[in-house]
């Protein structure tokens, strides 16, 4: 059943009429991934995984260049107790990339618009790096629905930080070429590890790499954005898991935003929920017990 739609939570541009929904057996059928099931919005085709049972849900968004599966570790974690849906967003993975603008706006409106489809609300969503701003971006848009946001070393700056979020982006997408290609070659992506098994349920395909000229669109649009004054406007509970390398101002964000805890994990580097996956998902264990709890139970007895 669908749960009752927040205060100002109108379902985005699109709307819900042209949606379609395929099943497992017509993803089959059609050569997809078994895996995988997909929504249509407005002609573009979304591929998403949606497994587990269990409140609250985590909605799991990829980075620049990669797709569900760089949240494999994540995934296969957190459904033991919730219910736990990853998305390919549009020019990304399995789902459509049509030639367009892809903006950080535009996708949290085709996240809010799959968690209407799906019935999933208040979750709490968790972005790597340009995950991380679509995160925020969607709690910002839509303040009723998440109830957290969890970003993995995502790029938090303020429009005059361009150089530093461009070099960040440019990293994200070389990097999951280059930490898979490692991967395939030894095992060994850096000087840290993954374990055998998380090599092989989240190796991607090269068709899951985004064309350049979505990455290019990217890269452009989200330049602009400002990463802090969308943190100074987050009112939910916001855990930033921090890699060491310098995506944002740490001190002022927790300066602004009382609701920020901040973690950091040992010995990684960008991609630190597939290196070292433990340290990240103890990190958000602990906040979904803590800090999202209490923003639930408040919600529920307001």
Known sequence: MRPSTPSGYNAPSGGI??????SEAETNSAGGDADMDQLTRDGVT??????GKGAPPLLLVHGLGGDHTCLAPQLEHFRRHHRVVAVDLRGHGQSD???????????????????YELGVYRPVVVGHGLGGMVALATAASHPDLPAGVVMLDSPILPPGGTITVRRS?????????????ALAQDG?????????????????STQALSPEYVKESVQQQVAFW?????????????????AGTPNADLS???????RLVIGRTVCTGHFLQLEAP???NAMIDRFLSVMVSQEVSAVWNA
């Open 17 to 22: 009429r042209g949606s379609h929904r395929t």
């Open 252 to 258: 002022l964000l927790q300066s602004i935003c009382p």
């Open 278 to 280: 433990e340290q990240v």
């Open 169 to 181: 982006l440019s990293e994200e997408k070389r990097g999951v070429r280059d930490f898979w290609d």
């Open 46 to 51: 979304l591929f998403y995984q949606d497994v």
């Open 226 to 242: 400002d990463g802090v004054a969308a943190v100074a406007a987050c009112k939910l509970p916001l855990l930033y898991i921090d």
């Open 188 to 204: 060994e992506p850096s000087s840290h590890s993954c374990n055998e098994s998380t090599q092989q349920e989240a190796l991607p």
């Open 97 to 115: 990339k049509p030639r367009q603008d892809y903006t950080i706006a535009g996708y949290a409106d085709d996240l809010v618009w799959l968690c």
